[in-house]
């Protein structure tokens, strides 16, 4: 969060009042800084430099196609679960060549789409889903490139909600059935085998599933390799965590220690999927306190973003730091305050009994490290409108997704003739 800092009293995104932005956009509006998204990544290229790596960044932790684009410059490749992710990395600029297509549930159209952008792979999930590429693909006289996610049944000790490695979650193939697929792949006329891949969760804190899983995918890779398999990408996926609330993260060095020693002598191109990694603590959501309300048993501080906006601490119970934006007088002390959102369900609560500066209503708040499944993972949940995000480079910004007028926002439901004739809704074709 090296990029959020106070500067004569104000928290700043760079070089940017939030202050000041937050009288334009008006609240709440998620921001995100350039410099913090370009500084990760590059961090992470450094890392990995020597290897023959491809950073395919998984666009479902931020999908703003202006931070995409922000990568995409660097060199980024894309990882999307959707055509609509597809169709943003393209329009970002992202080489179709780099792009990698995962997700548990691809559609047949999203298969043709993938494979008429000629993207670099597929990595599919299950047997079935590799029967249907073959169709679509052959449908279109092509081949799929291909790499087989591995469930490498390792417990990547995060959040039960973000761990994907497990034999008890729906995700990639069991390593007991690897060699049944890898013999259908080969025999496919619409596949061509290239790859493995594997991504166990997110938010890893800890080397040692990192270690397990590549071990095991690196093993089955060489003794593939051995049978004669014409295997030639190693995907070792995303996950790679950050500080929200003091956790160490992965040491980048580390991490790029593990991969070479995992990777070592292997004839493979790599790919790597982060997600939350470069984009986590470049983006922040200002929010204005409402009002300050003192219950029985304890004080709430009610702010004008809410559950629909960040959902976060509702779905994960994740944490998010709080830091007021015009700074606290020095010795201002702190008093154990629940920060809610104006939502009608409990759990549209950011924070419970957490120690604030006294805050007052019209104060201004930052709820850090909100660049990654953020805005994202937004809805209109209670008629809400869509939150603004604002990009900022150096002293400028730029609003990268507007908020929606409520016009446009009703414009979005047509209604049937027989209760309103006069804007009739289509039938047929949704
Ligand atoms: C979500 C996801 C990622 C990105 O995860 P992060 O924790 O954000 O790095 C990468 N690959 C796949 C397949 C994913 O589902």
Not at 186 to 193: M, Q, R, T
Not at 236 to 243: A, D, K, M, Q, R
Not at 324 to 337: D, K
Not at 386 to 402: C, F, K, M, S, T
Request: glycine share 10%.
């Amino acid at each position: 969060m090296t990029a959020f800092q106070y500067r004569e009293g104000v928290l700043h995104a760079e070089a940017v009042s939030l202050s000041a932005l937050a009288q334009t956009v008006g609240t709440p509006f998620y921001c995100y800084a350039s410099g913090e998204i370009e500084g990760a990544y590059s961090a992470m290229e450094r890392a990995l430099s020597g290897l023959p790596a491809t950073i395919c960044y998984a666009l479902k932790a931020n999908g703003n196609l202006a931070v995409v684009r922000t990568l995409a410059k660097l060199g980024a490749g894309a990882d999307v679960v959707s055509e609509g992710e597809m169709r943003i990395a393209l329009a970002a600029g992202v080489p179709a060549a780099k792009i990698v297509f995962a997700g548990v549930g691809k559609t047949a159209e999203e298969m043709a789409a993938g494979l008429q952008a000629d993207i670099l792979q597929f990595n599919v999930e299950s047997v079935p889903e590799l029967e249907a590429l073959s169709q679509v693909a052959e449908s279109l006289g092509r081949r799929a490139p291909v790499a087989l996610r591995v469930n490498p049944d390792v417990d990547a000790m995060t959040h039960a909600k973000i761990s994907t490695g497990q034999a008890e979650n729906k995700f990639g193939i069991d390593l007991g059935h690897i060699q049944d697929a890898v013999k259908l792949a080969l025999d496919l006329p619409g596949i061509s085998l290239e790859g493995l891949a594997v991504h166990i969760g997110s938010q890893l804190t800890d080397l040692a599933p990192y270690r397990a899983a590549f071990g095991k995918l690196t093993a089955l890779y060489r003794d593939l390799k051995g049978q004669g398999v014409p295997l030639r990408r190693l995907d070792f996926g995303g996950g790679l965590g950050i500080s929200y609330d003091g956790e160490t993260p992965p040491d980048l060095a580390a991490y790029a220690a593990l991969v070479r020693e995992c990777a070592a002598g292997l004839p493979a191109e790599l790919v790597f999927e982060p997600g939350r990694f470069l984009v986590g603590n470049a983006g922040v959501l200002v929010t204005r306190v409402l009002y300050v309300k003192q219950g029985t048993a304890r004080r709430f501080v009610i702010v004008d973003a809410a559950m629909n906006d960040l959902i976060r601490p509702s779905m994960y119970d994740a944490f998010h730091a709080f830091k007021p934006v015009a700074a606290p007088a020095a010795g201002a002390g702190e008093m154990p305050v629940d920060i809610v959102g104006p939502i009608c369900e409990t759990a549209d609560t950011f924070a419970r009994q957490r120690g604030l500066p006294p805050v007052a209503a019209g104060d201004l708040l930052a709820i850090c490290s909100s660049g990654a499944y953020g805005a994202v993972m937004s809805s209109t949940y209670n008629g809400r409108r869509l939150v603004p995000e604002v990009l900022v480079r150096g002293g400028d910004h730029a609003i990268v997704r507007a908020r929606p007028s409520y016009a446009a926002m009703l414009a979005e439901t047509p209604l049937p003739d027989w209760l309103d004739p006069a804007r009739p809704a289509a039938r047929g074709v949704a």
